[in-house]
Every structure is written in C-alpha cells, then in structure tokens.
C-alpha cells in the first residue's frame, strides 16, 4: 500500500506565504511524477504544478512566478513554496503521485490540506 501524506497548510494574510509537503510512504519502489492540485468550493480541480524526477517541472499560469514545486527524491517528498498569496489562491490542495509499487504503476491522492488566503 502507498500513502501520500501533506502538511503545511492553513490561514494566510493575502500577500503571506505558505509552504506545502507531501511524504510518500510504503511500498514506494519508484515515483515518476509528483505534483500539486487544486480544488476550490463548487469549482473543479485543477492543476497547480508537477515535478518529474529528472526535475522537469509544470505550473498553471496563475501561479506561475509565485509557486515553486520542489522535491526530494530520495525521501519521496514533493514539497510547494506558496507566496504572493491571492485569494484566489484558496482552496483544498491535493497532492498526486505516480508511483511504482510491486511491478505496477498507478496514480496516488493525498487526502488534501486546507489553504485559505485573507484579505
């Protein structure tokens, strides 16, 4: 079984920081890509920013320049540096994983970490 596990989020002023981690535990023998997600109330998720494990890295455009995807390969964790807040920015952020355990590939979900950005 794998389990991806995020800390780090909470309450913000807007124009705050915040920084996001998500630990991959159990039988991990490999992980391709790992990324952040979004979901706001009544909207659908959507795409934050991903990471490849060569470093090759992916961000939505309304966080481009204020969001920086990093992780570390041999803890499997991914972590996200938020600043510049927005209010827009709040929402439940999920973290996803590609991971190989056994001799199968297959997509794993955090059970998310509440971000809310104040004015």
């Known amino acids: 079984q794998v389990q991806l596990v995020e800390s780090g989020g909470g309450l913000v002023q807007a124009g705050g920081s915040l920084r996001l981690s998500c630990a991959g535990s159990?039988?991990?023998?490999?992980?391709?890509?790992m990324g952040w997600y979004r979901q706001a109330p009544g909207k659908q998720r959507e795409l934050v920013a991903t990471?490849?494990?060569?470093?090759?890295?992916n961000y939505a455009d309304s966080v481009k320049g204020r969001f920086t995807i990093s992780r570390d390969n041999v803890q499997n964790t991914v972590y996200l540096q938020m600043n510049s807040l927005k209010r827009e920015d709040t929402a439940v952020y999920l973290c996803?994983?590609?991971?190989?355990?056994?001799?199968?590939?297959?997509?794993?979900w955090g059970q998310g970490t509440q971000v809310t950005v104040s004015s």
């Open positions: 990471m490849t494990s060569g470093g090759m890295t």
């Open positions: 996803n994983a590609r991971v190989l355990y056994g001799t199968t590939w297959d997509a794993f």
């Open positions: 159990g039988s991990i023998f490999g992980i391709n890509t």
